[in-house]
DNA sequence: TTGAAAGCGTTACCAA
DNA sequence: TTGGTAACGCTTTCAA
């Protein structure tokens, strides 16, 4: 190979400039006269190592500081310690905060995240062939959306998977997801409470679980309630441009009490559109509801009352699925489905309380 | 080791319902009767190999599902084809969408993206000991604040490390931002062609290089231009509730035509505060600006003035570095300066284009 | 162009 | 508890 100079002799031959490369275990090892072996240990928890043994070597490790090298350690234990993380879009505002709190929470337990933002538009599978090459440890998949379940098992190649807010039957896919229905049911009997008896749905991407689910559950609660469905828009996305759309639609029947839009984002689209176009008032004309409870929803001006997803829960129990023993989850993919709450706020006429 | 096994005997000895281990570059080789390196070369663009050899193994290769292990690829190459992106805050709408497309970026010339999110609180060199261990090629840091110019030199240790809207003097490290100054300029401007003469500044985090820049930008603007600098309100952080705190201090004093904030999520805070609280029109009696162009800033009820950071050039630039000479962004740290953009909108009374 | 073999820096097995 | 050493799966040098 080439670099390989004499044993006290660092730098490159040439003149490149490039920082000093890292002292190896085997060096430090030499240096002070104990086996490589012996540094392997100190730096492995549980290892068997005498306790003074293993504090000199760190101490000294400390000094010249060594570190040992990740990638060495990947290859000898075929282990990562990565996570592969597989994202579709990053613009809806609920996916920021929930891939922060993600990698956060595996960095804690020393675990990396490793990003993979697919686009619907090009070849995914080489996309995602990379997600095979680097061996992470499993894969979280964030995307709602463009994934089959067929392309995701050929990408994960027998690796752990875990889909958040997205539930595919019939694979080996676990899924950690809020319950979708019992919000959307929850929302309706707001809207009931409110004394709203015509409602309208908003859809998002219609193909997609979350919104299936927020919208069967709606519409099956609003029948128990003996509600009117006075319009559903089928099928758009989830954007705020949509929302605005759908809800000028929506107005100009002007037979609607309220409207469930499927995400919060919508919901804001709407309200705006509502306000400012329709010239409906928001919530005295028509009451609007969303979901997910994005920090936007908060906002004065918007005071959307919405069902907000259980995000840290969430994240715990994948993390907790990720750091127990993965092997399980691949024997058994388990659906995990997780309780939200309803919050309650001006834009179905609730007097929030003070937050 | 452990993992030993007949050649032809792929599954563990355990009972281990784990996916089969994945093929390696010798067992493909052994198939087809040629050496570990011929495979090794197929898959090498460059290398010296027949054509028909390659294509004989490509081929092979790809009906057994074979692909090189990236891990012991690292290892033998001492180059991971890893970038590490340090971020801190993604609430802020104007990260994501950079983070989005500078991953997608790399990714198309086949390098990926480690996220380290990096929080205030905790010990940094402990959560930044990943990025040295990991052996990651070059680092990208996207945080505005938090990390000192010799944390990070430290956590960089000799990789090249650029650094995005964050500019650190008398150190090794390369920056490429957007033109602060210029925008606050046009800002100034534009708020004096719009008839404003007394107007206010809104600090964002106040130590940051982007609010000084800014600040400093438009200070000495406005004094050039003989405009009065009627309130300026300093060190809060970049979010929607300090930019409606700011705006209510400003409207209390009932001397001010025109307020620049430090960046969009602050002035539409500051919108919606004005309107909503001070029973300012927005701009019939007071113009807005912000900084950044978020997608909300083109939002119909918003509507803002502000100056768009050329992201795109941002993320090429940066991509461009690192795909380059990355020992010459060692050798010698460039900064790099982008123009932005003035996007005149409704909020400082401007008729919109057709956007 | 091809194959053999020496690393890359760890971990884990085996004796001592 | 320790040290020696064989993997881990590649890349690259060196001869052929």
């Known amino acids: 190979m080439r670099k390989q100079g004499s044993p006290s002799l660092q730098r490159e031959p040439s003149g490149e400039a490039f920082g000093r490369k890292p002292i190896t275990a085997r060096e430090l090892a030499r240096m002070l006269g104990v086996s490589q072996s ?43 310690n990565i996570i592969g993380i597989v994202v579709s879009d990053m613009q809806n505002p609920f996916y920021p905060g929930l891939i922060e709190k993600l990698s956060r929470s595996l960095q804690r337990i020393g675990l990396q995240s490793l990003l993979f933002n697919i686009t619907k538009g090009s070849n995914l599978e080489e996309q995602l062939s990379a997600l095979r090459r680097y061996n992470v440890d499993a894969v979280i998949v964030i995307s709602a959306t463009i994934l089959s379940g067929s392309t995701l098992s050929w990408a994960t190649e027998g ?75 089928e099928g758009r996305e989830y954007s705020y441009y949509a ?82 023993d993965t092997s399980a989850l691949l024997r058994a993919a388990t659906t995990i489905r997780l309780s939200g709450e309803l919050i309650e706020r001006r834009s179905t006429g609730a007097e929030p309380d003070a937050e």
Request: with cysteine; hydrophobic share 45%.
């Open 38 to 80: 012996a540094v392997s240990r100190a730096f492995t928890p549980g290892a068997s190592i005498a306790a003074d043994l293993r504090e000199r070597i760190l101490k000294y490790a400390a000094e010249v500081d060594y570190q040992p090298n990740a990638i060495a350690s990947m290859l000898s234990k075929s282990r990562t």
């Open 159 to 233: 690796r752990p998977a875990i889909l958040i807010n997205r539930v595919i039957e019939d694979t080996n896919l676990s899924c950690v997801a809020c319950n979708n229905v019992e919000g959307a049911r929850a929302i309706a009997d707001h809207f009931h409470r409110q004394g709203a008896r015509r409602v309208a749905y908003v859809a998002g991407l219609s193909h997609t679980t979350t919104n299936r689910e927020r919208q069967s559950g709606f519409v099956t609660r609003i029948a128990e309630l003996g509600m009117t469905l006075s319009a559903q828009i």
């Open 243 to 324: 929302g605005r759309k759908a809800a000028l639609e929506i107005a100009a029947g002007k037979n609607t009490d309220a409207i469930f839009f499927a995400n919060d984002i919508l919901a804001i689209g709407g309200i705006d559109a509502l306000r400012e176009e329709a010239g409906c008032r928001v919530p005295d004309d028509i009451l609007v509801a969303g979901f997910d409870d994005i920090p936007m929803a908060g906002w004065p001006h918007y005071n959307l009352t919405t069902f907000r997803q259980p995000v840290d829960e969430i994240v715990r129990v994948v993390v907790e699925m990720i750091e127990g």
